[in-house]
């Protein structure tokens, strides 16, 4: 990595919305060179730190679409603390296979999952008030909020996760391989 520009730690907050925490396992395998960064970010709010709070941050790394209203209240909460707010892998970008449902109504797919399906034994569709409510489609990021980057791939392999932070640091703008 080059020298970096700033002096300061850059601040990092990530999580995941309609994801399975692979785009988070692939950040994490950035291995050696992880350790070499932290000499120049901080994670914060993150399922890596266990840090709940939003808080002001310059990158805010997004896996996951946006599945329900929770997803949607952080993703607001994102975009509102980070100044870079990227969309990691394809259910960020394209809402991935959480938007297979998409040919559905909500209610059909309740009633598949809950109802009718196979498997089920007790049927009863949850129905919690502190449940989030699914949203009628899972949507991409970009629908809902401006993003700055997007990170392809299911999951984007480490060297973009390497890229994109380095060029942050290098206040450039960053370069990814094709796929
Ligand atoms: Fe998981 Fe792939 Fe979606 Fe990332 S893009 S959250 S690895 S399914």
């Known amino acids: 990595m080059s020298q970096a520009t700033s002096t300061r730690k850059i601040r990092v907050a990530t999580c995941s919305l309609a994801g399975c925490f692979?785009?988070?396992?692939?950040?994490l395998d950035m291995d050696e060179t992880l350790a070499s960064l932290v000499e120049h970010i901080e994670f914060r709010r993150s399922p890596l730190t266990d840090i709940k709070a939003h808080e002001p941050c310059d990158i805010g790394l997004?896996?996951?679409?946006?599945?329900?209203?929770?997803?949607?209240?952080?993703?607001?909460?994102?975009?509102?603390?980070?100044r870079i707010q990227v969309a990691v892998g394809a259910c960020a970008i394209n809402g991935g296979v959480p938007a297979m449902r998409n040919?559905?109504?909500?209610?059909?797919?309740?009633?598949?999952?809950?109802?009718?399906?196979?498997?089920?034994?007790?049927?009863?569709?949850?129905?919690?008030?502190?449940?989030?409510?699914?949203?009628?489609?899972?949507?991409?990021l970009h629908q809902a909020v401006q993003i700055d980057y997007f990170l392809a791939g299911c999951p984007p392999p480490a060297a973009?996760?390497?890229?994109?932070?380095?060029?942050?640091?290098?206040?450039?703008?960053?370069h990814f391989a094709p796929p």
Do not use: W
């Not at 692979?22 to 950040?27: A, I, T």
């Open 22 to 27: 692979g785009c988070h396992m692939s950040l």
């Open 62 to 82: 997004i896996e996951g679409g946006l599945c329900n209203t929770e997803n949607a209240e952080t993703l607001h909460e994102f975009r509102k603390h980070c």
């Open 103 to 140: 040919a559905l109504n909500v209610r059909q797919c309740l009633e598949e999952s809950y109802l009718s399906g196979v498997g089920v034994v007790c049927p009863q569709i949850p129905d919690d008030p502190e449940l989030p409510r699914l949203l009628e489609k899972v949507m991409p």
């Open 160 to 174: 973009a996760f390497v890229e994109l932070i380095t060029a942050i640091l290098e206040q450039r703008e960053p």
